[in-house]
């Protein structure tokens, strides 16, 4: 138990569908993230929020649109996606001000797309 | 550019210590090494991590050479729950996490 929680951990959809992932720290933590893992390659970086300001935007394709309510929470909407974007989709949190460099993963949310 | 190298896989014997070099020779004064695991289909996990003197903590150990330049990951007695791909990675001290890069890391196999 990390204390980041993401549902659903498995997700299935279509070309045609809209699908939400969602994200909960429970650490106090301000900056959190969306990372990409598809097989065999290493995480790519997609969104950095701090302070639910979004700071980073790694030329994400915009059928990928985050959103960050508050510090505790981070959603990726997921609309009209190719099933490249099959993946393991991981969310972190950090403490940021500090050294800046742990992380607290998530379980991560399995998306294929048909 | 890479910034740190390591081998692809090791395997580890259960019960013996497991040591995982990274190599990272163009590492900037102000850059930390930092240590996470993955474990197959799970997120990345913090492990340790050091500036220039050697860390310990309840995981492991981190063992980083004098100059700097490479650095040694030690779990003093592997267990089959150890079996991970371990990233090695070099980050700078600005206060924020999102220029952690993650590379391929070493797949180490703890076997019985």
Same mark, same amino acid.
Not at chain 1, 17 to 33: F, I, R, V
């Given at each position: !138990? ?5 549902? $659903? #951990? ?7 569908n %809209?699908?939400?992932?969602k994200?909960?720290?429970?650490l ?7 990372? /990409? ?6 995480l ?7 302070? /639910? ?9 915009s =059928? ?9 929470? *981070?959603?990726l909407? *997921? ?15 950090? =403490? ?5 460099? !742990? +992380?607290?993963?998530? !379980?991560?949310? =399995?998306? @294929?797309? +048909? | 550019d890479? /910034? &740190? ?10 019960? =013996?210590?497991?040591?995982? $070099? ?15 695991r ?13 500036? %220039? ?12 050479? !004098?100059?700097? /330049?490479?650095?040694t ?7 089959l729950?150890? &079996? ?9 001290? &600005?206060? @924020? ?9 070493? #797949?180490?196999?703890? &076997?019985?």
């Amino acid at each position: !138990e990390t204390g980041v929680t993401q549902t $659903p #951990r498995h997700l299935v959809m279509g070309m045609t569908n %809209k699908k939400s992932l969602k994200c909960e720290q429970h650490l106090g933590h301000n900056a959190m993230y969306w990372y /990409k893992q598809s097989a065999k390659k290493p995480l790519e970086l997609m969104f950095v929020y701090n302070f /639910k300001e979004q700071t980073e935007n790694n030329s994400v394709p915009s =059928r990928f649109s985050p959103e960050c309510p508050n510090s505790s929470h *981070l959603f990726l909407h *997921l609309h009209t996606l190719q099933p490249e974007d099959s993946a393991l989709y991981l969310c972190a949190s950090s =403490r940021d001000g500090q050294e800046g460099g !742990e +992380l607290f993963f998530g !379980e991560g949310s =399995r998306l @294929t797309v +048909l | 550019d890479a /910034k &740190t190298t390591q081998p692809t896989s090791m395997d580890c014997a259960e019960g =013996r210590a497991a040591n995982l $070099p990274c190599n990272h020779s163009t590492i900037s004064g102000n850059e930390y090494v930092y240590w996470y695991r993955q474990i197959h289909s799970q997120g990345p996990q913090y492990i340790i991590h050091g500036l %220039k003197n050697n860390e310990t903590n309840e995981m492991a150990s981190l063992i980083i050479t !004098e100059d700097r /330049k490479s650095s040694t990951l030690i779990l003093p007695h592997a267990t089959l729950r150890d &079996t991970a791909v371990y990233y090695c990675i070099v980050h700078p001290n &600005t206060g @924020t996490a999102s220029k952690l890069t993650f590379g391929t890391g070493t #797949r180490l196999q703890v &076997t019985l």
